[in-house]
């Protein structure tokens, strides 16, 4: 598995559950603020992230054309097909897509 994808999926799960104890990496003692201090096999802690990050895939929102669609509106630049943020996204009451 790509490095930077397991810690991008380690980032999420980590700020999905907030705390320690009911992270599914608290089996490995896990201690977020210092991974030097994990114990267990690195293969192990990586089937644990992945199966989370499979389990909770990341939202997919709408594009930004998408969403002035829906406000009847046209899109007007290239920039209007990226997906809008997540933080901005749910400033906005927008859920995500589903079946992405």
């Known amino acids: 598995m790509e490095f930077q994808k397991i810690m991008h999926e380690w980032k999420r799960m980590c700020a999905a559950t907030s705390f320690c104890e009911v992270c599914p990496l608290k089996a ?13 096999d690195s293969k192990s802690i990586e089937a644990i992230i992945m199966k989370w990050a499979a389990e909770h895939p990341e939202p997919v929102y709408p ?9 009847h509106n ?10 809008i943020p ?3 996204a749910q400033k906005l009451g927008l859920q995500p897509k589903e079946g992405v």
């Open 86 to 88: 997540d933080d901005i």
């Open 63 to 71: 594009t930004w054309g998408e969403y002035l669609h829906t406000l």
């Open 74 to 83: 046209e899109p007007s630049s290239h920039e209007l097909s990226k997906p």
């Open 28 to 40: 490995e003692k896990c201690w977020a603020t210092s991974p030097a201090n994990m114990v267990g």
